[in-house]
C-alpha cells in the first residue's frame, strides 16, 4: 500500500438490539453488544469523494428516498472495501468473517451499526476515541 493501514481496536463497535424509530428520529436506541471486543481491523485512513458523497446523500435523505439511501449503500460498501485491508472480525456465530478487502459483499453483509463504525474509523480515528479526545 502507498499509504500504510492503520490498525484500530474493535472494542467499541457497538449493536443495538431493541432499537426503535419513529419517523426519521431514534426514540430508543436499544441495548449495546460489543461483538468486536478484542479484535480490530486494519483500514486505509483516507477517504474517497465517491464515499464521501454517498454519505452526505445519505445523511440529507429521509426514508421515502429509499433508491438514492440504497445506491449510496452501495457506493459507501464499495468504497470501503477497497480500504478496509484486512481484520480479524468474527460473525455472530463467532466463526471468521471473510476478509473484506477488494469484496464489497462482505461489508454489505455487516449490520448497519458495523458499517457506520466503519465508516466513522475510516476517516481516521474509532467513536471511541473520538470521545476521549
Known amino acids: 500500500m502507498k499509504i500504510p493501514p492503520k490498525r484500530v481496536p474493535s472494542d467499541d463497535c457497538a449493536i443495538y438490539v431493541g432499537r426503535k424509530i419513529e419517523g426519521d428520529k431514534i426514540v430508543a436506541q436499544g441495548e449495546p453488544y460489543y461483538v468486536h471486543k478484542g479484535e480490530w481491523v486494519e483500514i486505509l485512513p483516507i477517504t474517497?469523494?465517491?464515499?464521501?458523497?454517498?454519505?452526505?446523500?445519505?445523511?440529507?435523505?429521509?426514508?421515502?428516498?429509499?433508491?438514492?439511501?440504497?445506491?449510496?449503500?452501495?457506493?459507501?460498501?464499495?468504497?470501503l472495501a477497497k480500504r478496509v485491508i484486512n481484520w480479524n472480525w468474527t460473525g455472530m456465530d463467532s466463526k471468521p468473517l471473510p476478509k473484506p478487502y477488494n469484496k464489497p459483499e462482505v461489508i454489505k453483509s455487516l449490520t448497519e451499526d458495523e458499517l457506520v463504525w466503519l465508516a466513522i474509523t475510516s476517516q481516521g480515528e474509532s467513536p471511541g476515541e473520538r470521545k476521549n479526545a
Not at 464515499?51 to 446523500?57: K, L
Open 48 to 79: 474517497s469523494v465517491g464515499e464521501a458523497i454517498a454519505i452526505s446523500r445519505m445523511l440529507g435523505l429521509n426514508i421515502k428516498q429509499a433508491d438514492k439511501i440504497a445506491e449510496g449503500l452501495n457506493q459507501l460498501c464499495e468504497g
